[in-house]
């Protein structure tokens, strides 16, 4: 059994163990390493207002992670009213898969946009069969359209 909570300072070792353990289950999928930099970065954002609107929640099972999911409100004044969110990765090591646990951090993820006044969740989904499969069968999501990825030089 596994447990979904807010991802906190304290559990910034469990996520590096759990990035590092991505990376070994899957190496051709996972590009960056969570090095000190990233570690840094890591810790920082907890202390840095622009990530105010992040939500992100954890599943632990037996103290260490084994899944990941991250959002952010989407606050434009074109929307007045924060109704969106962005969900912007979900994860869960390839062993761990299966058992219901995307599906548990997916639905933890509603419970805090709700709680927030968001009503409506927009993902960009990866380019893999395992992906598609996932949202395809997603309970009240329908896909619509593809991302487009714009460089800010």
């Not at 300072?9 to 469990?14: G, S, V």
């Not at 409100?73 to 062993?95: E, G, M, N, Q």
Request: charged share 30%.
């Amino acid at each position: 059994m596994f447990e979904i909570k807010e991802l906190e300072k304290e559990d910034i070792q469990k996520v590096i163990a759990f990035e590092l353990e991505l990376r070994k289950q899957e190496p051709d999928t996972y590009y960056w390493e969570p090095d000190e930099a990233y570690e840094k970065q890591l810790e920082q954002s907890f202390d840095d207002p622009r990530f105010n609107t992040a939500l992100s929640l954890i599943a632990l099972k037996d103290n260490r992670v084994i899944g990941r999911i991250d959002a952010s409100l989407i606050s434009s004044r074109s929307d007045a009213t924060c109704f969106s969110a962005y969900l912007d990765w979900i994860c869960v090591l390839k062993s761990e898969r299966h058992h219901r646990t995307a599906q548990a951090l997916l639905n933890a993820l509603r419970t805090k946009c709700k709680e927030q006044g968001v009503g409506l969740l927009i993902a960009l989904m990866a380019n893999n069969d395992e992906a598609k499969n996932f949202y395809n069968n997603m309970e009240d999501a329908s896909i619509h359209d593809t991302g487009i990825w714009i460089n800010i030089k």
